[in-house]
């Protein structure tokens, strides 16, 4: 049987909602100690320049009090990478990041820019943090992943989502293709954005890549159901596709 595919839990809006109005409800640390319960094997939180969501506070919090695997979503920048480097989570994420934006939008450009990430992939891994890089799956990125040294990528899973048809079909198929060259090169292979109960299924049957890191839909779907019972059934859809043949599922 395939191994366990990892599910890492965002919990970025959780603090969204609380930024809405302020104070110190509903709290995030909570949030994450409840997805831990569900079945979480990690946490993953990105403190954005603008601290539209998570503060420095939170990762304070969450650096001390959680018994997981915190991830930390970063921009390529000197004031991430020093509080990376003051909290040592176990794993970093670089990932592009605009200000005008209300999510990540696409993955790093690692080819581009190259030189301006390898000082930070550099002094994150010198530091004993797992380095990953947010990219589109595409082979390029792959290898330029490769070329700057960081041991794991989380392929950007957006335009699959988001697409219908023989679009999918091909966004699906870059996937599948870019886990497949991620292993050939060592690269753990990663994969998150855009992921609900309806698609996660297509992309856990890869078995190239180890981790899904899901957030905004969990979250979203806790309004109606609760976190704990919406992660565990995201973590039973993820365990039986990690389960089945290739051959049983079918990208509509």
Same mark, same amino acid.
């Given at each position: 049987m395939p191994s366990r /595919?990892? =599910?890492g839990v965002n919990i970025?809006? $959780? &603090? #969204?909602?609380?930024? +809405?109005?302020g104070g110190l409800h509903p709290d995030p640390v909570r949030a994450a100690r409840l997805a831990v319960r569900a079945g979480a094997d990690g946490i993953t939180a990105h403190l954005r320049e603008d601290r539209r969501h998570i503060s420095d506070e939170d990762? #304070? +919090?969450l650096s001390r009090e959680l018994p997981v695997p915190l991830n930390l979503e970063m921009a390529a920048t000197e004031e991430m990478l020093e509080i990376a480097l003051r909290h040592k989570p176990h794993a970093a994420c670089i990932v592009p990041e605009k200000r005008e934006e209300r999510t990540t939008e696409g993955g790093l450009d690692a080819v581009a820019?190259?030189?301006? =990430?390898?000082p930070y992939v550099r002094a994150l891994g010198d530091a004993g943090i797992r380095v990953s890089l947010f990219v589109e799956p595409s082979l390029a990125q792959l290898d330029a992943a490769?070329? =700057?040294?960081a041991p794991a990528?989380? =392929?950007? #899973?957006? *335009?699959?989502?988001?697409t219908h048809g023989e679009a999918r079909q091909r966004e699906y *198929?870059?996937? $599948? *293709?870019a886990a497949k060259h991620a292993e050939s090169l060592a690269l !753990?292979?990663? &994969?998150?954005?855009? /992921? #609900?109960?309806?698609?996660?299924? !297509?992309?856990a049957v890869i078995t190239s890549i180890v981790e899904l890191n899901i957030g905004h839909f969990l979250v979203g779907e806790a309004i109606f159901c609760g976190l704990e019972s919406s992660i565990m059934q995201m973590r039973v859809l993820m365990d039986k596709a990690r389960s089945a043949d290739v051959a049983d599922l079918v990208v509509a």
């Open positions: /595919l990892r =599910l970025d809006h $959780v &603090a #969204t909602i609380r930024n +809405a109005r990762i #304070t +919090a820019g190259r030189e301006h =990430l390898e490769r070329g =700057l040294g990528i989380e =392929l950007h #899973t957006g *335009a699959y989502c988001e *198929a870059r996937i $599948v *293709a !753990e292979c990663h &994969a998150g954005h855009g /992921l #609900t109960f309806d698609n996660v299924g !297509e992309v």
